[in-house]
């Protein structure tokens, strides 16, 4: 998937940056709805390692993304720049809210599509069809994520129930 442009030819996107592990990642901004405190998250069993629970957001119960554990990669070590971000994901056309647990926000960034170059054709720590393209800032590159491959709800359902099948084996 290619970022999408807005509807002006050569206008400027947003996109809300984050670390993980050191690393550079964002997503559209259109997808962020809010920035919480990282706090209590209710564990539920049986899921695979990158869900790490539950929270109340204002009474609807919201899943949480390890977004490191969802990249291969241990899971994330809290500290007091933990965050989650809230994102609107969708699923059969039904609009849901996901966290993703991030190591800390950084600061909404501006790129002109200029800015922005393909995917690698490599390998690499993340999964290559869950970014959308690489963000130059200055002569370092922020890793754009495409939200719905990287939160696509459909495939990490799939996860959770093989492991619950698998526990249950």
């Known amino acids: 998937m290619s970022i999408p442009a807005d509807d002006v030819p050569g206008s400027t996107q947003q996109f809300l940056s984050f670390t993980l592990d050191g690393e550079a990642f964002a997503i559209d901004i259109r997808t962020v709805r809010e920035i919480i405190q990282h706090g209590a998250v209710t564990p539920v069993p049986l899921m695979p390692d990158f869900v790490r629970g539950v929270i109340n957001l204002r009474g609807a119960v919201v899943p949480v993304i390890d977004l490191q554990a969802r990249f291969g990669r241990p899971p994330a070590t809290l500290s007091k720049k933990t965050c989650i971000v809230i994102v609107d994901a969708v699923r059969d056309d039904e609009r849901l809210e996901l966290g993703l647990l991030v190591d800390a926000v950084s600061e909404v960034i501006s790129l002109e599509p200029s800015q922005?170059?393909?995917?690698?054709?490599?390998?690499?720590?993340?999964?290559?069809?869950?970014?959308a393209g690489m963000g130059k800032r200055g002569d370092r590159f922020v890793v754009l994520l495409d939200p719905d491959r990287a939160f696509d709800i459909g495939e990490m359902a799939s996860l959770c129930e093989a492991s619950q099948m698998a526990l249950a084996a």
């Open 116 to 131: 922005i170059e393909p995917p690698p054709q490599f390998g690499g720590a993340t999964r290559r069809d869950f970014i």
